[in-house]
């Protein structure tokens, strides 16, 4: 008799999500999962609301209706940590959230000193590590405004590392970029993929999504249209709204 596969750990749960500005409701009733160590990427038109339901993961937004569990936190009790909350989740956006009045090295220990209270030389030693990872260990004692965009981005997801999270969501973190420098951002996504890292990532470098990603959401207007491999999403895809937005962009 052969051993069942382990049941995966579900590490974003979001349910019947709802939320609205004023009287627009812009997500209306999503369903999402992300399991331990999977990618999900997330595609779809400007204005879905793809960046809301990111926002909403983090509790960066509030929303109305739903249920929203991520690494173990509930987002849904008013007595959820919301430090602790981002303590776990890294979050990397479109624009490079860097502070620009400190060197490199300090955007990446303020952080882990302040809130894991970690000595300043571990926290140093931590930081010479992540910065070997997204190959930017030469750029430690450099102020961000010095840097290409892309190694800007590289500099924003080193940090977000620094905090050890447990799971790691990207808003269009490549959509800022001038393109010869879009490569290196998705190289280390990548690497951080292939290590095991739980990941959601709203893109539209349709490349990573079908090289990367476990599973593509499409979203349109407010709700999850279709989801799946990213062979199916791609190359048969059932809705005739998914078909219509890949037909633009592929
Ligand atoms: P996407 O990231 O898919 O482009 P967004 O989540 O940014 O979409 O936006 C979804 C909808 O919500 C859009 O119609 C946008 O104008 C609206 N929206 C987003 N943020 C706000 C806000 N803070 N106040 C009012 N409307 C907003
Ligand atoms: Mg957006």
Known sequence: MSTPPPT????INVEDLHKKFGDLEVLKGIDA???EREVVCLIGPSGSGKSTLLRCMNRLEDFHRGQVTICGHDLTGSRTSLHAVRRDVG???QSFNVFPHMKVIDNLTLAPMKVLKISRTEAKQRA???LEKVGLVD????YPG???GGQQQRVAIARALAMEPKAMLFDEPTSALDPETVGEVLGVMQNLAEEGMTMMVVTHEMGFARE???RVLFMDNGVVVEQGPPKQIFEQP???RTQAFLSKIL
């Open 212 to 214: 990367v990603a476990d």
């Open 128 to 130: 010479m590590a992540l």
């Open 91 to 93: 979050m990397v956006f």
């Open 238 to 240: 059932q809705h005739e």
């Open 146 to 148: 010095k840097l290409s």
């Open 33 to 35: 999962k992300v399991n």
């Open 139 to 142: 750029k430690a004692h450099v």
């Open 8 to 11: 995966p750990t579900v590490m």
